[in-house]
Antibody, heavy 117, light 111 residues
Framework: EVQLVESGGGLVKPGGSLRLSCAASGFTFTNAWMNWVRQAPGKGLEWVGRIKSKPAGGTIDYAAPVNARFTISRDDSTNTVYLQMNSLKTEDTAVYYC????????WGQGTLVTVSS | QLVLTQSPSASASLGASIKLTCTLSSGHSSNAIAWHQQQPEKGPRYLMKLNSDGSHSKGDGVPDRFSGSSSGAERYLTISSLQSEDEADYYCQAWDTGVQVFGTGTKVTVL
């Protein structure tokens, strides 16, 4: 059974930083392309970024609103993908979901990030 | 630019069928898409990948009541024998080199 478990969410002040983690199991993580998707309160889904598997080149792509502020990385030894978020803004407040694949075929349960003073 | 267009809402009676539409922007009519369901207060769930020829592959445990079809730049999700648990937001998703996009979602109400 595929499981994606996010952690690391919480309350942070504008301009602050936070690192989210996603522990994956139930599939061959080393071959998986992993995404982060977010959903602001009462809004729709927004793709944040994706990291390809190392065999596919490990390329990382980001959505324009987070480019240069967010960094996605992965640790294939622990089946974990990370989202480092810097220079956070109030508009980054959202539930952040870890997902697999292109197209996305599995979703985690999400972790809430609140950016507020 | 890859953009997906969805109607904000749709409704149908319990036991009826409903057909949702996702329209791909100009120049992307051959793209495949995916459909996702988000029930109230829950995380999204992958329903299916839908190709331009109408062929589709469903996710784990997705009921046979859910099916997909395509025509030109339009991608459809049909839910037959509508159940109360089908009341949810439905999002389409597409991808291109270096980018993924979601439609704005369609809220389905079961009457």
């Amino acid at each position: 059974e595929v499981q994606l478990v996010e952690s690391g969410g919480g309350l942070v002040k504008p301009g602050g930083s936070l690192r989210l983690s996603c522990a994956a199991s139930g599939f061959t993580f080393t071959n998986a392309w992993m995404n982060w998707v977010r959903q602001a309160p009462g809004k729709g889904l927004e793709w944040v970024g994706r990291i390809k598997s190392k065999p596919a080149g490990g390329t990382i792509d980001y959505a324009a609103p987070v480019n240069a502020r967010f960094t996605i990385s992965r640790d294939d030894s622990t089946n974990t993908v990370y989202l480092q978020m810097n220079s956070l803004k109030t508009e980054d407040t959202a539930v952040y979901y870890c997902t697999t694949g292109t197209p996305i075929d599995y979703w985690g349960q999400g972790t809430l990030v609140t950016v507020s003073s | 630019q890859l953009v997906l267009t969805q109607s904000p809402s749709a409704s149908a009676s319990l036991g009826a069928s409903i057909k949702l539409t996702c329209t791909l922007s100009s120049g992307h009519s051959s793209n495949a898409i995916a459909w996702h369901q988000q029930q109230p207060e829950k995380g999204p769930r992958y329903l299916m990948k839908l190709n331009s020829d109408g062929s589709h592959s469903k996710g784990d445990g997705v009921p046979d009541r859910f099916s997909g079809s395509s025509s030109g730049a339009e991608r459809y999700l049909t839910i037959s024998s509508l159940q109360s648990e089908d009341e949810a937001d439905y999002y389409c998703q597409a991808w291109d080199t270096g980018v993924q996009v979601f439609g704005t979602g369609t809220k389905v109400t079961v009457l």
